[in-house]
Every structure is written in C-alpha cells, then in structure tokens.
C-alpha cells in the first residue's frame, strides 16, 4: 500500500526556522558535509563533490513524497545563516516509530541549537506522526551528541558493536530511544549562554 505524502514541516523555536531544503541550500549543505572534522563520526566519509549535495536534496523531497518521513534545513532566525539539518525518517505507522538525526556546521556547536532543533523536531513527530518511539544512533565517540540526545528525554540502550567501516576505520555506535509516555513536550531546552 503506498502511503500519502507527508508534509514537509516549518517549525519554529526560540531562534531557529526549522524548514524544507530549497536548491539554493545545496552550497551550504556541501560544505557542512565535505568537512573531514563534521563527518568524523558520521557512518559515511565526507563528500567530495557538490552533486552529493543536489541528489541529498532530492531524497529528502522523496522521502516526502514517500510519506516515510521529513528532513528539513536548520536556519537562524536572527540572520538566516545554515546552522544544519535534522530529520524524522524511517517512519512506520504500523509499529508507530521512527528515526531522529542531525548535523550541525561546526560553527554552531556548542550553543544549543542541536538541542533546540531536536527538541521541535521531536514535537512535532509525536503530534503529527503519532509515535510511541523515536531512536537515534550515535558514534561512541560522538560524546556531545549523546548528551543532546539525553538532554531532550532520551535513554542509552546499547551498543552496536563494529557498527560501521567508514575509510577503514571500525566503530561503534550507542542506540538511543525516546518512547512517547516519557517524552517531556513541556521541558523545553534553554538555550546555552
């Protein structure tokens, strides 16, 4: 059975536009994606051409289309600047779950704004999608992004060991899940100063 489109959302925090990737983001998305430093714990190596950037713009219009989730672009609202992207994939209405992802351009860490952007992200999957669970991934050595990911309710589950080759380089990854009775819509993150 092929399922409806889901639209892509536009949501908004504190002082992020949460949106759907238009073509003009192909620059900033290469970028983010071809730095060796932001990709060191990603499960595949940095891209080496801009086209990578186009054709992940057309899947995540796919997966739209698919209805199987929503990736959108992370803008500031103070200045428009591309903070990065997340997204909610995987989604099955069946077993009511999906998949949370995200990255941010190395400029932008360290100031909340994963945590933010995670947050709405996950508001709306709960409200829209009707989830009872959300999982997330992290590299074992991606220790900032595990504390994002328990920063907005969610719990270690357990490691997938040898999990990805990415160059040669063997690692592990921590599972995460978030399931709906635990989830804390109200305890929204404030912003690191």
């Not at 929503?70 to 209405?93: K, M």
């Not at 992802?101 to 508001?123: I, P, S, V």
């Amino acid at each position: 059975m092929r399922r409806m489109t889901l639209a892509t959302p536009v949501l908004h925090t504190a002082r992020l536009r949460l949106r759907p990737f238009t073509d003009a983001d192909a620059d900033a998305l290469y970028a983010l994606h071809s730095s060796t430093h932001v990709m060191r714990y990603w499960d595949s190596p940095p891209w080496t051409e801009r086209a990578r950037a186009e054709r992940f713009i057309m899947m995540c219009r796919k997966i739209a289309a698919e209805g199987t989730g929503a990736r959108v672009a992370f803008e500031r609202v103070s200045d428009g600047a591309f903070v990065g992207w997340g997204g909610v994939t995987g989604w099955n209405p069946d077993f009511r779950s999906a998949s949370l992802g995200y990255c941010l351009d190395e400029a932008m860490w360290g100031h909340g704004f994963a945590t933010e952007a995670a947050h709405a992200l996950l508001r709306w999957a709960f409200d829209t999608l009707d989830l009872n669970r959300v999982q997330a991934e992290t590299d074992t050595r991606n220790v900032a992004s595990a504390r994002v990911l328990e920063k907005i309710g969610f719990v270690r589950e357990g490691t997938l060991r040898e999990d990805c080759i990415v160059n040669g380089e063997v690692s592990d990854s921590w599972v995460f899940g978030l399931i709906r009775r635990e989830w804390q819509p109200s305890a929204v993150p404030l912003p690191a100063r």
